[in-house]
């Protein structure tokens, strides 16, 4: 079975982005707040969007499952306050929640949080709780810095996080530390060095702290390959042991895991290299960020199946791990959700 553990609905019906629209402009003072009721999309639309677009892609490239979150640059914390952010997460969550209804055995729901520059992070927690209880969620993304790229917050490691970070080791789900829109779109590309900045300050921060000596069964998932932490794994070596901390096979790699969302060949050999087998997650974030094919291969840039299947790093049985092993390993909620469907 092949686990693709880093997928976002980046194609629902435009009724969606509509709505939101209008809520953005009531942020702004225009208009009034458009009521949730007003937001109708049927099952056939679901089915619509799903099926041309992820499903399709899954069953060409051999893809199983995956785990299906928000659009993540949809998240856009920094839009609004908390309410406005508590409204949008509970659409979109009860969104790919019926993607997950509607695909059981395809699909298995990850969840975004209301997240909001000044608001303290507990605040987001009935929403996961929902999530997971309610809606059946077996992962969640979680927003470093709601602001957007201001890194307002406090760092992944400072108390204000712990009650969140209870309650993900209470479910037994992993947080996949993911950012969202930039609020300056006219210095940062979002999907560009929004994303992979903010992934690398996350390792940043979680280097810097001792986080895992409180919560030792906490998992945390980087995506997009880490953002530059492997590529510059010695550098990180390096600062760890001037702040004093120890290596970062026993301060990080029992916590942290990296996706396999890096499109290119000599990215994943890198990553396959430099990271341990078993703190790597098959993923492509498809439909995302890179849309088109490679000229260079004929290939799409994130079919990242083939870069896995193609690295001379892996033996069989490490694939296995990266592709299906890690990911029930992980996601406990993932794998007892897929042994209850006989996968």
Not at 144 to 151: C, M
Not at 209 to 228: E, Q, R, S, T
Not at 251 to 272: A, K, S
Not at 282 to 297: C, H, L, N, Q
Request: proline content about 7%.
């Amino acid at each position: 079975m092949i686990i693709d553990i880093h997928g976002h609905y980046t194609t629902a019906p435009a009724q969606l982005g509509e709505w939101r629209d209008l809520q953005i402009a009531f942020t702004k003072g225009q208009g009034e707040a458009p009521d949730p009721a007003t937001l109708t999309i049927g099952d056939d639309e679901i089915r619509e969007t799903i099926e041309a677009n992820q499903l399709r892609l899954m069953d060409d490239r051999g893809s199983d499952v995956t785990v299906f979150s928000p659009r993540a640059s949809f998240m856009a914390h920094h839009i609004g306050d908390l309410e406005v952010s508590r409204t949008w997460a509970r659409i979109c969550n009860d969104l790919v929640a019926r993607v997950s209804a509607l695909y059981p055995d395809r699909f298995l729901m990850g969840a975004m949080l209301p997240q909001s520059p000044g608001a303290e992070p507990a605040t987001a927690v009935e929403e996961l709780t929902r999530a997971v209880e309610e809606l059946g969620a077996v992962a969640v993304n979680l927003n470093p810095d709601p602001s957007g790229g201001r890194w307002s917050a406090p760092p992944l490691t400072d108390r204000s996080w712990y009650p969140i970070y209870e309650k993900l080791v209470e479910y037994e789900i992993p947080a996949m530390v993911h950012v969202s829109t930039t609020c300056r779109p006219d210095v940062f590309h979002t999907t560009g060095d929004h994303y992979l900045g903010a992934d690398t300050t996350a390792v940043m921060q979680l280097i810097r702290g001792d986080l895992f000596a409180d919560f030792p069964d906490l998992k945390l998932v980087i995506p997009h390959g880490g953002g530059a932490v492997p590529y510059h794994w010695g550098r990180f070596r390096g600062l760890a042991m001037a702040l004093g901390k120890p290596e970062l096979e026993e301060h990080l790699l029992g916590n942290v895991f990296f996706d396999t969302c890096v499109y290119h060949q000599p990215g994943i050999d890198l990553l396959t290299e430099v990271i341990p087998t078993e703190n790597i997650l098959f993923a492509s974030e498809m439909i995302g960020a890179v849309r088109d094919v490679d000229p260079r291969t004929g290939h799409y840039f994130d079919d990242t199946r083939r870069y896995v299947d193609a690295t001379a790093n892996l033996t069989d049985d490490a694939r296995r791990q990266v592709f299906e092993g890690n990911a029930r390993r992980v996601y406990p909620r993932l794998d007892r959700a897929l042994a209850a469907r006989g996968l």
